[in-house]
């Protein structure tokens, strides 16, 4: 009665003319793009409403009546192989489950350049046109947004996911070599339900124990890993995924199939989501030099343990996403070798660090990496930059990340850049070595606060930086898995979260401290004097500490973020 109500207010108020396009993909993945698709936005009567590119179009059946998004793609079938669902309409097909649209002339996108025109009684309402409006690119989804179409890159599969924040979590912050992996282990030993997790690569065995163990007390496991990281699977990830299917844990690879293109371009995130109230966000992956045993050597990292269940559903619904697509199979490992664990003893001088009452919010790569900018610009104090490598866009134009933070330092704040010496980031004709001489050539060119150096790899120095941080302040700190290239922040699978406390932001930047420290005197380390900021408490007392947080089971109800 009441739908029945609806269609005849709907008719009443004669043909819709506020109806937009808002999203089309005219370069799909399928062979001859048979799941090209468009979908227009309105509500009414569909009566004059008519698409056209220039040489063909269609118009709806008599009767019909938009009621909001309505999807009309090329082939019925062909979309619902690469969506999993079937479009409203569709113009070429012949599937008995979708109506057809009445279609004149020849209507179909071209890949490298076209246009869709949108008519209601004959005038022109909107009109797209590309290139020059929008950039082609195979399995890109053009979509409309505030009143434009939206510059940020989408691929056929991506997620959506908007800004949010969440006030008064608790947690605990870490850093490797130092003391992640007694983060890593009382976080997997407090579990009770559920651990899902979402990694680009995962080769250690003793925290696959750990997992395993868990699963045989009764945790569900399931865990997701890039099924084509650089360089191939090692041997050594092949051994781990043997050892976790036969203790029966789910583990699956985001690689796509034949039908279904994987979405991004690596699954690069590093994190996990325990009970639905806790979540681990790590810069390392789950290697034996990311986790390793106290004093011994590995890399440089941050890591933060946060419990908040408005956050854990958030980035359970981002695991839920990347896992639950047509892209993932079931992994099918080969023939492996175990890691072995590092032998080089390193001074392990901080302790994993309990704080309450901070402001977290999400960062998801690529859905909303665009959080990094206003984090840097914002900037009233000080910056750190603490990275694995910064590849700029061209050799004319910077990192738009870095630009920021030059930007920042031309107000006359003080910004700071440690880059990795490892030999692969430093061997070639433009990587950090000579991003670091560019950075202080223009300091020094401009009279600018701003400085870069090398990170100190010798004797008492981690294994290599493999960071991704980022410290506003001293009170906001980004932990993350995005890189600064073209790749991560756009087309990767990241997770990352900025956290906004006092207490955190100290901690993070004592070990950058070290770290500049360190960087500063190249070859000639003091190791004693990096007791002076060694964080206060001792890692026993901090996991007591941290496993009264779990007891408790802090955090409240999220709170939107505004959108934008």
């Known amino acids: 009665m009441i739908?029945?109500?609806?269609?005849?207010?709907?008719?009443?108020?004669?043909?819709?003319?506020?109806?937009?396009?808002?999203?089309?993909?005219?370069?799909?993945?399928?062979?001859?793009?048979?799941?090209?698709?468009?979908?227009?936005?309105g509500w009414g009567p569909a009566e004059g409403i008519t698409v056209t590119d220039g040489e063909g179009g269609f118009r709806f059946p008599p009767g019909t009546v938009l009621s909001g998004r309505t999807v009309i793609a090329m082939d019925a079938e062909a979309y619902q192989s690469s969506h999993g669902h079937y479009p409203d309409f569709e113009w070429d097909g012949h599937s008995p489950a979708v109506p057809d649209v009445v279609r004149n002339g020849r209507f179909q996108l071209s890949n490298a350049?076209?246009?869709?025109?949108?008519?209601?009684?004959?005038?022109?309402?909107?009109?797209?046109?590309?290139?020059?409006?929008?950039?082609?690119?195979?399995?890109?989804?053009?979509?409309f947004?505030?009143?434009?179409?939206?510059?940020?890159?989408?691929?056929?599969?991506?997620?959506?996911?908007?800004?949010?924040?969440?006030?008064?979590?608790?947690?605990?912050?870490?850093?490797?070599?130092?003391?992640?992996?007694?983060?890593?282990?009382?976080?997997?030993?407090?579990?009770?339900?559920?651990?899902?997790?979402?990694?680009?690569?995962?080769?250690?065995?003793?925290?696959?124990?750990?997992?395993?163990?868990?699963?045989?007390?009764?945790?569900?496991?399931?865990?997701?890993?890039?099924?084509?990281?650089?360089?191939?699977?090692?041997?050594?990830?092949?051994?781990?995924?043997?050892?976790?299917?036969?203790?029966?844990?789910?583990?699956?690879?985001?690689?796509?199939?034949?039908?279904?293109?994987?979405?991004?371009?690596?699954?690069?995130?590093?994190?996990?989501?325990?009970?639905?109230?806790?979540?681990?966000?790590?810069?390392?992956?789950?290697?034996?030099?990311?986790?390793?045993?106290?004093?011994?050597?590995?890399?440089?990292?941050?890591?933060?343990?946060?419990?908040h269940p408005g956050l854990a559903e958030y980035m359970r619904s981002v695991y839920t996403h990347d896992a639950g697509g047509g892209w993932t199979v079931g992994a099918v490992p080969g023939a492996g070798d175990p890691e072995v664990s590092s032998s080089r003893q390193y001074p392990a001088v901080f302790s994993p660090y309990v704080f309450e009452g901070a402001t977290v919010t999400p960062v998801i790569s690529p859905d909303t990496s665009n959080l990094l900018h206003p984090l840097i610009l914002g900037a009233e104090r000080s910056v750190d930059?603490?990275?694995?490598?910064?590849?700029?866009?061209?050799?004319?134009?910077?990192?738009?990340?870095?630009?920021?933070?030059?930007?920042?330092?031309?107000?006359?704040?003080?910004?700071?850049?440690?880059l990795d010496s490892y030999y692969y980031n430093t061997d070639k004709e433009a990587d950090n070595d000579e991003l670091v001489d560019l950075i202080n050539g223009m300091a020094a060119a401009e009279g600018l606060p701003l400085e870069a150096r090398c990170a100190y790899l010798g004797p008492e120095g981690v294994e290599k930086i493999h960071n991704k941080g980022v410290i506003v302040d001293r009170e906001q700190v980004l932990v993350s898995s995005i890189n600064w290239n073209m790749n991560s922040p756009t087309f990767n699978r990241e997770a990352g979260v900025?956290?906004?406390?006092?207490?955190?932001?100290?901690?993070?930047s004592l070990v950058f401290e070290s770290d500049w420290e360190m960087a500063g005197q190249k070859e000639t380390v003091r190791g004693p004097d990096r007791m002076k900021i060694a964080a206060a408490c001792v890692v026993i007392a901090a996991l007591l500490l941290f496993f009264w947080y779990r007891r408790r089971g802090g955090g409240r109800r999220a709170t939107p973020r505004n959108r934008g």
């Not at 001859?32 to 698709?37: G, I, K, L, S, V």
């Not at 900025?498 to 993070?508: A, Q, R």
């Open 3 to 41: 739908r029945t109500s609806l269609l005849l207010i709907l008719l009443l108020v004669g043909p819709v003319s506020g109806v937009m396009l808002v999203e089309f993909c005219p370069d799909p993945y399928l062979p001859n793009d048979r799941d090209e698709y468009l979908c227009l936005e």
């Open 113 to 143: 350049g076209d246009e869709i025109l949108v008519y209601s009684g004959g005038v022109c309402l909107q009109k797209v046109e590309w290139p020059g409006m929008v950039s082609p690119r195979q399995g890109q989804v053009h979509f």
């Open 145 to 307: 947004s505030d009143g434009r179409w939206d510059e940020r890159v989408l691929m056929l599969g991506q997620s959506q996911f908007s800004p949010e924040t969440f006030q008064d979590a608790a947690g605990i912050a870490f850093v490797s070599p130092d003391c992640s992996r007694e983060v890593f282990s009382a976080l997997v030993m407090g579990a009770k339900r559920e651990i899902l997790v979402s990694i680009y690569e995962f080769t250690s065995p003793v925290l696959a124990g750990f997992l395993e163990d868990a699963h045989a007390r009764g945790v569900a496991v399931e865990i997701l890993i890039e099924g084509g990281p650089v360089g191939g699977i090692p041997k050594e990830e092949h051994e781990v995924v043997s050892h976790l299917l036969r203790s029966g844990i789910t583990v699956r690879s985001m690689q796509g199939t034949e039908l279904v293109h994987s979405p991004y371009r690596f699954l690069h995130s590093k994190y996990m989501v325990i009970d639905r109230s806790r979540v681990l966000v790590t810069s390392e992956n789950f290697k034996e030099n990311g986790f390793p045993e106290r004093g011994m050597r590995g890399n440089r990292g941050w890591g933060v343990a946060i419990t």
């Open 385 to 418: 930059i603490e990275m694995a490598y910064i590849t700029n866009e061209t050799a004319q134009s910077l990192n738009p990340f870095l630009e920021d933070a030059v930007n920042v330092s031309r107000r006359g704040i003080p910004v700071r850049v440690i």
């Open 498 to 508: 900025i956290i906004h406390h006092p207490g955190v932001g100290e901690y993070y």
